[in-house]
């Protein structure tokens, strides 16, 4: 269970890896490590597929520490990691033909406390409204990538339009969402 001493811990910790402090921050990931493997391993089929996802949980972090807003909660933004990293090797699996109790996985959430502040929800609807109002290629380009999953060569090849433009499209409509959405973005 974690509790709001070990999320104020935490994020601490993650101030102090940010700062640089290199031995701080190994031991921040070895001490989450344990809490997100066991978060996996009651959420995935499988131990091997737990412990990938941890991998997985641990390389997101390290690639995107620098997103971690010190002024707010440590746990919510892990949480937020765990959560897409478990829907990734749900996918990976259901796309291998993999048997997978979606409805099951798909209440994640740690033991205890808020684990999502009102400020973080989306309304679904005006998440819909917001895709609505991307301009045509953007629009095409996200619904291709990322609602449909296909890949860069499928969506190039259904739509007509280069992997590179593809890529230009989809990063700016996902700036734009998070601009519009409130989250912020590049």
Not at 149 to 174: F, N, P, Q
Not at 175 to 186: D, E
Request: a positive charge.
């Amino acid at each position: 269970m974690i509790d709001d001493d070990v999320d104020l811990r935490w994020a601490s910790a993650m101030r102090a890896a940010q700062a640089g402090d290199k031995a701080v921050y190994a031991a921040l990931l070895r001490e989450i490590s344990l809490v997100v493997a066991r978060y996996c391993r009651r959420r995935l089929p499988t131990a091997e597929d737990a412990d990938d996802t941890v991998q997985d949980v641990l390389i997101t972090i390290h690639k995107i520490r620098e997103t971690y807003d010190p002024a707010r909660p440590f746990r919510p933004w892990l949480v937020t990691i765990c959560r897409r990293r478990i829907a990734d090797r749900l996918r990976t699996l259901k796309r291998r033909g993999v048997h997978v109790d979606l409805d099951a996985a798909s209440e994640v959430t740690f033991d205890a406390g808020v684990t999502n502040d009102a400020e973080g929800r989306m309304n679904a609807a005006d998440l819909r409204a917001a895709i609505a109002a991307l301009p045509p290629g953007q629009r095409q380009a996200l619904e291709m990538m990322k609602l449909k999953e296909m890949s860069l060569a499928e969506a190039s090849a259904a739509s007509g339009v280069s992997v590179s433009a593809l890529k230009v499209a989809t990063h700016r409509a996902i700036a734009a969402l998070r601009r519009t959405m409130g989250g912020g973005g590049s």
